[in-house]
């Protein structure tokens, strides 16, 4: 595919797309019906069906039954982590394998034409984006995300919270499931927000920030506060009237959407003339300006509404340029 058709490179080899980041179109005023209907097969295809769909085999083929998970042991915590493990290897690594190790598709599309692997640097484990990013991902992040999963499979089976039936109400726990990724940027907007205040950015989040052009094993490589307390957005769902596969829906929005934002190609290329949307600019953004789209994709424009939003466009780089000023000449009359 000519990338240049959808964006344009800079002399560094840098690509952007055309347009801007904007707000799902149930924002706008006045409500235009066809451009909310023109959006809602992209918001459940093909991403958040995968994550449903990842959440049904749990169900159905990996977890223990319901009066296994009512005690805590650590046979079944231990299978769940094996499974989560090998999910992202195979999930993650195909985008790994595909786009950064074989490069099919070079650097088309690609937000910064540097690949991490030809970068050596000493903020990373042995020298090495790649190495360190799996190793925090499997042996600190998804060990974490198992510890969320076993406590609110265990409160669910114990009776702790309410469990709603799908026959007894489906049309509730359906909608629950449309709002789950609506769910996820509010949460995530807010502990992102909290972990970029100074002592706890340097203490949490600079680990994750240290993959200033991110790549698919980027994604989950965190400190442990921020590993916990970025799949503890599936702790919601003890406090509102849930159901566990709609948990299960949440906490994968969460483990295996992260990829998303971190793919570092704006479109995945399926075959010569089609491609896939990453939904991934917003995010790689805040990589790259670190103080920018706290949030996701817009479903909630919480950056907009506080003014942290970076658009793609000159404009944005403009007000951006003009929040740090502000913020620059703050710090120095306190000085």
């Not at 088309?108 to 020298?127: E, T």
Request: hydrophobic share 45%; charged share 15%.
């Amino acid at each position: 595919m000519d990338d240049l058709k959808y964006g344009v490179r800079d002399k560094r080899g840098d690509w952007k797309p055309n347009g801007r980041i904007e707000a799902v179109p149930f924002w706008s005023w006045p409500p235009r019906l066809p451009k909310i209907l023109a959006w809602l097969p992209g918001y459940i295809w093909p991403w958040n069906a995968f994550h449903m769909a990842t959440a049904l085999i749990y169900w159905f083929y990996v977890l223990p039954s319901v009066e296994t998970m009512k005690t805590i042991s650590w046979g079944w915590a231990l299978w769940l982590y094996a499974v989560n493990a090998a999910a992202i290897l195979v999930f993650y690594g195909i985008f790994e394998l595909r786009y950064y190790i074989r490069r099919a598709q070079a650097t088309r599309f690609k937000y910064n034409h540097k690949f991490p692997g030809d970068a050596p640097s000493d903020v990373f484990w042995f020298q090495s984006q790649n190495l360190d990013n799996f190793l925090r991902s499997f042996f600190i992040t998804i060990p974490l995300w198992t510890v969320v999963e076993v406590i609110f499979l265990w409160c669910f089976a114990k009776g702790y919270v309410p469990w709603v039936g799908w026959q007894d109400h489906p049309v509730y726990l359906a909608a629950l499931v449309l709002i789950a990724p609506a769910i996820h940027e509010v949460h995530f907007f807010f502990i992102h927000r909290l972990i970029h205040w100074g002592p706890l950015y340097r203490w949490i989040h600079s680990v994750h920030h240290n993959s200033i052009n991110p790549s698919p094993w980027s994604s989950l490589s965190m400190h442990p506060v921020e590993g916990f307390l970025y799949h503890a957005v599936a702790f919601w769902h003890l406090i509102i009237p849930s159901n566990p596969i709609v948990a299960l829906f949440q906490l994968h929005v969460a483990g295996f959407g992260a990829v998303n934002g971190h793919l570092g190609f704006d479109k995945l290329e399926v075959t010569e003339d089609k491609a896939v949307d990453s939904h991934a600019y917003a995010h790689y953004l805040h990589h790259k300006y670190f103080e920018v789209n706290y949030g996701g994709d817009g479903l909630i424009p919480l950056d907009k509404w506080f003014g942290t939003l970076h658009d793609g466009t000159k404009e944005g780089d403009a007000l951006m340029d003009a929040r740090f000023q502000k913020k620059k000449e703050r710090m120095n009359a306190r000085a």
